[in-house]
Nanobody, 116 residues
Framework: QVQLVESGGGSVQPGGSLRLSCASSGIIFSIYTMGWYRQAPGKQRELVADITPGGNTNYADSVKGRFTISRDNAKNTVYLQMNSLKPEDTAVYYC??????????WGKGTLVTVSS
């Protein structure tokens, strides 16, 4: 059974930082492209960042230079370091894993609120 479990969300003031983690089980983590998506109230889910099995990364323009995605294949975990947070970063953040055969799995999400 595939499980992607996010943690690290919370409330932070503008300019602050948070680190999200996504622990996986039931998948061969090392062959999966792992990603973080977010969905703000009233908006569609959007890609924040992803990282390939080889470590290549891709970021949404809105988070470039502020967020960093990384992975630890030994721990089957992907991270999202979020710095210089803005109110518009407020959303539910979802972990995603997909493999080359089209299998796509999601976590349940963790809420990030950026507010003064």
């Amino acid at each position: 059974q595939v499980q992607l479990v996010e943690s690290g969300g919370g409330s932070v003031q503008p300019g602050g930082s948070l680190r999200l983690s996504c622990a996986s089980s039931g998948i061969i983590f090392s062959i999966y492209t792992m990603g973080w998506y977010r969905q703000a109230p009233g908006k569609q889910r959007e890609l924040v960042a992803d990282i390939t099995p080889g470590g290549n990364t891709n970021y949404a323009d809105s988070v470039k230079g502020r967020f960093t995605i990384s992975r630890d294949n030994a721990k089957n975990t992907v991270y999202l370091q979020m710095n210089s947070l803005k109110p518009e970063d407020t959303a539910v953040y979802y972990c995603n894993g997909k493999n080359q055969w089209g299998k796509n799995d999601w976590g349940k999400g963790t809420l990030v609120t950026v507010s003064s």
